[in-house]
């Protein structure tokens, strides 16, 4: 049996049967290998610095210095520890008009840091392992900070108030960010130099953390403690992390990834299979006569499929052997793409993408070739003398079925969410169906006009697509898919990140200065003058403790999934509630009425950003108890407000009436707007002003865009399979129509039309399609941009009067390239010998 099978797949591979078979599976196979391959080696990634994600066993991290029974406790169990203090700050070089300054993550270390892992400096012939953290009266930089300063060993950078020498530039440190979280260069200090910089005045904003590290079961026992003791506590304002807190942080950040990346590999893998149901479809035509033959030779029905079975099998294996290797080549891209999002030095992928991709392709092949192959066992002997066709059996609509179950197991398994996977089954569906009617439409208002068409090769080209309308819409429909997802990340895409950027008003804020103290005030008012005077907002730190009597922690975790990881954390630590006397301009309320005097019945008002109180599950009328710096503050939720962060103002979460506020310690902070030719502007400030944050917007905005390109130049590299994919089907509808055409053009050709005149038919033909494809992508990318516009990035939406012209061109030239692939041999054969094939 397997003999014959083998025999029989290679005379069908040399007769041409096959190789587009093989082809859809393996650019499936591909499109979702190369997915598989990337997020296989970032886990593995980030598995293998799971240890060395916190620089020790176990973290406690607040916003206030930790007191002393952390520590002693830790002691007591014989557990190793050392201390970080992190926060923003400007860093500065140089003097007078020569200096230069920019903001940095600065982090003081202790001189047992790191418990776990090793931090590396750069030397001249590469990377080596320091043994000990920066010395006092030292620094150390990272590369970014180093090339923006023009900084070498040996410079002097300052501080706060204290001037420090550059010792080494640091190429890695055990616990820092992903370096897409990363806001700022880091800087590296002593623990013994911090208090010299004079950074950490009140209210300032800082993250100290107390690092433990020893036996298991010593962290174990320490950690139960600490966790009681936080239960206990009436105010939590220590947060405590392990390896699965920070290893489930990454992990879900890497889950959203994939998600977003297999969707894109997903819709590759629908028209795949879409061509290798249409592959398979005409392969079971041309193979009729065959199988009628071998059951006049005596074989059997259960025979002649596992004959089959077995052919489509091998194709099925040496497929997917071709998409997994192409997929691991493609892999490499978005590695280089997507680099920001990785850990360095990833390792290298394991054998599970590659079993996964084999798997892939064979659900596919199964799923979409298995109904037309178990047809074949019901050819009767008799249609060697009669041509006609049996019609289908139950068996063979239950394998349809089957097939569909099992795509819809492969979305699910691929995306990892069944109702993801069910939403964009119904999308695909949805937006086939739409093309479809659409396609069906167009043909109609062609049969109208046709009469309009006085050029022969027109009026021939329209009549063929006239003749056979359902393999007409199957081609539009499926080109039309590809190139919407292709369109709507290319122009598109482009058309909406300008109007985000128009969406920011000419003059706004580029710059934030932040911790200003009461003190400092009137200095920052005369130092701002020249740059309009912008207003000053007041901001007050505070403890959310409970919610209409209930603990805020517990508020938010009774909301299961949607209480967000990082809203628990933010109650964990202080907030700011601004002070504010009128509605801000940018803001809009959603629910309830603007607090006027500040009061809201027997207490005072608070204004809460909407978002911010879906997460809290608060409305108008609910109270809130704050602690601010020891002191208990209540307040009743007056109003709910939609915030625009894109115009650059400061945005505040919590906003309460002036003179609610009053008594209570505050710092200020200041959005201004720099012109783009003063680059010393955060650079005076620093040196003026040491604990002074300056935030440059521009430079943040920047990275984001660099970081948003790409990720779109990945997924639209993703899109370009997806955009293949559909060309396979419109040469799979065309190759199924290879046999009906070949006749007709010998018929055409006896009755006298020439060569020539037929093949300008065929390219008005396939030009046409393309073009009506691609007008339906222009529709399908416009419609959703609208939406996206609308419903997701709050923007005024624009249409592009270019966008209809490109995707009928890009139609037409993809219409153009399958159509020639499929159709090029139907001119080719003498017309005798078309007639005699009748």
């Not at 066993?57 to 050392?82: F, K, N, T, V």
Request: net charge positive; aromatic share 6%; with cysteine.
């Amino acid at each position: 049996m397997f003999r014959l099978s083998f025999s029989m797949t290679l005379r069908d591979w040399r007769a041409g049967e096959l190789r587009f078979l093989l082809l859809a599976l393996a650019l499936s196979v591909a499109a979702l290998s190369t997915v598989n391959f990337f997020v296989d080696r970032m886990r593995a990634g980030l598995e293998r610095d799971a240890h060395q994600m916190l620089a020790a066993d176990l973290a406690l991290e607040s916003d206030q210095p930790l007191d002393g029974a952390w520590l002693a406790e830790a002691q007591r169990r014989g557990l190793r520890s050392a201390d970080t203090v992190s926060l923003f700050t400007m860093a500065v070089v140089g003097e007078g008009e020569q200096a230069a300054s920019t903001l940095v993550a600065l982090k003081s270390v202790s001189e047992a840091y790191p418990l776990r892992g090793r931090l590396r400096v750069q030397l001249q012939d590469g990377d080596a392992v320091s043994e000990t953290p920066p010395a006092p009266g030292t620094v150390w930089v990272d590369a970014t900070l180093q090339a923006s300063l023009r900084l070498h060993v040996g410079s002097v950078l300052r501080v706060g108030e204290r001037s420090l020498t550059v010792a080494q530039v640091l190429t890695a440190e055990p616990d820092a960010r992903m370096a897409m979280l990363t806001m700022a260069p880091r800087v590296m200090m002593s623990s013994s130099d911090l208090a010299a910089t004079g950074l950490l005045q009140a209210h300032a904003i800082a993250t100290h953390r107390l690092l433990l590290a020893g036996p298991a079961q010593q962290v174990s026992g320490y950690e139960h403690w600490a966790r009681e003791r936080m239960a206990a506590a009436p105010v939590k304002q220590v947060a405590l992390n392990s390896f699965a807190s920070k290893r489930g942080d990454a992990g879900e950040m890497l889950d959203q990834t994939q998600q977003f990346l297999s969707l894109a590999s997903l819709l590759t893998a629908l028209l795949a299979a879409l061509a290798v149901a249409l592959a398979a479809r005409r392969f079971v035509r041309r193979h009729l006569d065959a199988c009628a033959m071998l059951r006049c030779l005596g074989l059997t029905q259960s025979r002649l499929t596992r004959l089959y079975l077995l052919e489509f099998l091998l194709v099925g294996l040496l497929a997917g052997a071709i998409g997994v290797g192409l997929g691991y080549a493609c892999h490499f891209a978005l590695v280089g793409w997507l680099g920001q999002l990785a850990p360095a030095g990833l390792p290298s992928p394991g054998w599970r993408p590659a079993l996964q991709g084999m798997a892939a392709g064979l659900i596919l092949l199964l799923g979409f070739a298995l109904p037309p192959v178990l047809q074949l066992r019901n050819v009767p002997q008799l249609r060697l003398l009669r041509r006609e066709a049996a019609p289908p059996q139950p068996r063979a609509l239950g394998a349809y079925v089957l097939g569909l179950a099992m795509f819809g197991g492969l979305l699910a398994w691929q995306t990892g969410d069944a109702m993801l996977a069910v939403l964009v089954g119904a999308a695909f569906v949805i937006a086939g169906a739409a093309f479809g009617l659409l396609a069906w439409l167009g043909l109609a208002l062609l049969k109208r006009s046709r009469g309009a068409f006085s050029h022969a090769a027109w009026r021939l080209a329209v009549t063929d697509m006239l003749r056979q309308p359902g393999a007409a819409v199957l081609q539009v429909t499926a080109l039309a898919l590809g190139l919407t997802a292709l369109l709507l990340l290319t122009i598109v895409r482009a058309d909406l990140l300008a109007a985000w950027l128009r969406a920011t008003p000419a003059g706004a804020p580029n710059q934030f200065v932040i911790n200003i103290q009461p003190d400092q005030r009137d200095a920052i008012d005369a130092r701002l003058r020249a740059y309009g005077a912008p207003e000053q907002q007041a901001l007050t730190r505070a403890r959310l403790l409970r919610i209409n009597g209930r603990d805020a922690l517990d508020v938010v975790s009774s909301g299961g999934k949607d209480g967000a990881r990082g809203v628990r954390e933010m109650l964990e630590r202080e907030i700011d509630i601004g002070h504010a006397g009128t509605l801000p301009s940018t803001d809009k309320l959603t629910a309830g009425s603007w607090y006027g005097a500040g009061q809201a019945g027997d207490m005072p008002a608070i204004s809460i950003e909407e978002k911010f109180a879906a997460d809290l599950k608060l409305k108008p009328g609910d109270t809130m108890q704050f602690d601010v710096a020891g002191q208990p503050l209540q307040a009743r939720v007056a109003n709910l407000r939609k915030v625009d962060w894109r115009a650059h103002q400061i945005g505040n979460l919590l906003l309460m009436h002036p003179s609610a506020m009053r008594g209570l310690p505050a710092t200020w902070a200041v959005a201004v707007h720099v012109p783009a030719d003063d680059l010393l502007f955060g650079t005076r400030l620093a040196r003026d002003f040491p604990n002074l944050t300056v935030i440059d917007v521009r430079a943040i905005l920047r990275q984001l865009q660099r970081m948003l390109a790409q990720a779109v130049a990945a997924v639209q590299f993703l899109f370009a399979f997806t955009l293949a994919a559909g060309v396979l089907v419109l040469y799979a509808a065309l190759a199924g129509s290879h046999d009906v055409r070949a006749r007709q053009a010998a018929l055409l050709r006896a009755l006298g039309a020439t060569r020539g005149r037929l093949v300008r038919a065929q390219w008005i033909e396939h030009a046409l399609t393309g073009a009506l494809a691609g007008l339906l992508a222009a529709g399908g990318a416009t419609l959703a941009s609208w939406a996206l516009s609308r419903y997701s990035f709050h923007l005024a939406w624009d249409w592009s009067p270019l966008l209809p012209a490109v995707g009928m061109a890009a139609g037409a030239a993809c219409a153009l390239a399958g159509g020639w692939l499929g159709l090029r041999n139907v001119l080719n054969q003498p017309p005798l010998l078309g007639l005699r094939s009748n």
